[in-house]
């Protein structure tokens, strides 16, 4: 959204609620690269187990739209959401006359949904992640946020942010806001200079989280609920954030975090000692998509929407060491299969690249459409791009993964590259993909064998499928992707 189209927002804003009653909503408002949801998710935890109402904005759904806006953890109801949703779209389309006869586009209306919930739900605090970026999201209109964050940056959306680190932290740093509390993670020295210039410009004062091994506790270390090591700055990040808005309510019974003392450097947050309502929020976290464990029987999902170079690195680094640990009890040959897709123009040879040293046996492609029957159901996938175009995508990410393969040769010898390269699969949608992968192994799945077409070229791949006594399949490259895969796994664990 550019700057234009944020002004266009504030003045759609005054058709649906008052900017002063926006002021009224208690917001914590986070942006980043990556980690955005993760840090929002446990910091929404930790508030709620204070007794708190919160409501929690994310983006984007993995498999109900209604995902996006959570009243005390859970996802928004259905007539509240379709009485709000209405009731804002007929507001806009009764006034789109004032404004050339525009309407905001599918984010900015839907934000303004999700302030109108708020509000009418009465939340004590607003949990909001960006959309993209900062300074131009639809977000920003929130003019008076009680705390901001900023989680790990990193190169993504160039077309929008710039293609540096620089750039796209100067469009991060645009949330901040005259004397509100910020706090980011480590970042690069460059990219934490921007902050800090963007910060001394707004008179915003801006901490650096401590490491998560800081924070002093009487049970040891913090024990978190999402895997990986990229978490602990989300977590860390989140007991800032919850610990500042707290300091605000005044119930945290702490120190205000460090003040400056010089002009010099940028100021570390203190390592307090934290509360068992936040030790036990960063136990209790869901955060569904992101290095979740589903296991159905002998199949083994590995579900993680990694979808930049950093991210997928971290999830190499969860899949390998978890997938490691579901092997060891296991009597018999496991078979690892790769189901992956990448959207939104990223260089899908270099993260497959990093994907190859987990010698997955097979390796399927297929667009982020869940079924045959949702190719009209439009917030599942982008309908930007037709069918033809997704299937291309695919194939072009086949092409680079026998490249990758071939290139890196990780089992020793030309002739055995070539024999792995061969083992790649292309499917017109997740169903018949994760249909072929489990081999009617996963009773979620056993009436979509119908939407598998079984060719020689198929059947003789599935060898290691029959007989493995079981599959690990990692599903990752793609938020959509794996929304789809747990829409057809029939899984809950997103509510």
């Known amino acids: 959204m550019g700057f234009l189209e944020l002004i266009c927002l504030g003045l759609f804003v005054v058709f649906v609620v008052k900017v002063e009653e926006l002021d009224r909503l208690n917001v914590i408002h986070v942006t980043g690269t990556k980690g955005k949801g993760s840090t929002c998710a446990y910091t929404e935890q930790i508030l709620r187990n204070y007794g708190f109402r919160t409501g929690f904005y994310s983006s984007p759904h993995l498999v109900d739209i209604r995902e996006r806006i959570r009243i005390n953890g859970q996802l928004i109801d259905k007539d509240v959401f379709d009485k709000n ?59 008076r946020p009680w705390v901001c964050g900023i989680t790990s940056l990193g190169i993504d959306h160039i077309k929008i942010l710039g293609d540096t680190i620089e750039k796209i932290a100067w469009h991060k740093g645009g949330i901040f806001k005259m004397g509100v509390p910020a706090f980011t993670v480590k970042q690069p020295d460059t990219a934490l200079a921007v902050l800090k210039e963007r910060a001394e410009e707004i008179n915003c004062p801006l901490w650096v989280c401590p490491d998560l091994e800081d924070y002093q506790t009487d049970c040891g270390p913090l024990r978190l609920s999402l895997a990986g090591e990229h978490q602990c700055s989300n977590a860390s990040l989140a007991l800032q954030l919850s610990h500042a808005w707290l300091q605000r309510r005044s119930l945290a019974g702490q120190n205000v975090p460090n003040t400056p003392l010089k002009n010099t450097g940028t100021p570390q947050a203190n390592p307090f000692r934290p509360s068992p309502s936040m030790v036990k929020g960063l136990e209790e976290t869901v955060w569904p998509g992101r290095t979740q464990v589903l296991k159905h029987g002998d199949i083994t999902y590995f579900l993680d929407g990694a979808h930049t170079v950093r991210s997928i690195q971290a999830c190499v680094h969860w899949f390998t060491e978890s997938s490691a640990q579901h092997e060891e009890n296991t009597s018999g040959p496991v078979t690892r299969v790769l189901l992956f897709n ?10 497959l690249k990093l994907l190859v040293p987990c010698r997955f046996n097979l390796a399927v492609f297929c667009p982020n459409i ?53 083992d790649t699969l292309v499917f017109p949608c997740i169903r018949s993909a994760l249909w072929w992968i489990t081999q009617g192994k996963d009773s979620a799945l056993t009436d979509s064998a119908d939407t598998v077409l079984v060719t020689p070229s198929t059947e003789a791949k599935a060898a290691p499928l029959c007989d493995a006594a079981q599959i690990h399949i990692l599903v990752t490259g793609s938020l959509r992707l794996v929304g789809g895969a747990l829409k057809n796994l029939h899984s809950e664990s997103y509510k």
């Open 342 to 351: 990448l959207s939104g123009g990223r260089d899908s040879a270099a993260m």
């Open 85 to 143: 949703f209405r009731l804002v779209y007929r507001r806009l389309h009764e006034t789109k006359e004032a404004h050339d006869g525009a309407m905001p586009r599918y984010f900015a209306f839907f934000t303004l949904v999700v302030f109108r919930v708020f509000l009418e739900e009465k939340v004590d605090v607003a949990v909001v992640e960006v959309g993209i970026g900062g300074q131009y999201d639809c977000t920003n209109i929130i003019r």
């Open 370 to 422: 869940p079924d045959a029957s949702t190719f009209c159901q439009a917030d599942l996938w982008n309908v930007n791009n037709t069918v033809e175009d997704m299937m291309a995508f695919c194939l072009e990410h086949e092409k680079n993964w026998r490249l990758c393969n071939n290139l890196q040769d990780i089992r020793g010898t030309h002739q055995q590259s070539e024999d792995k390269k061969a």
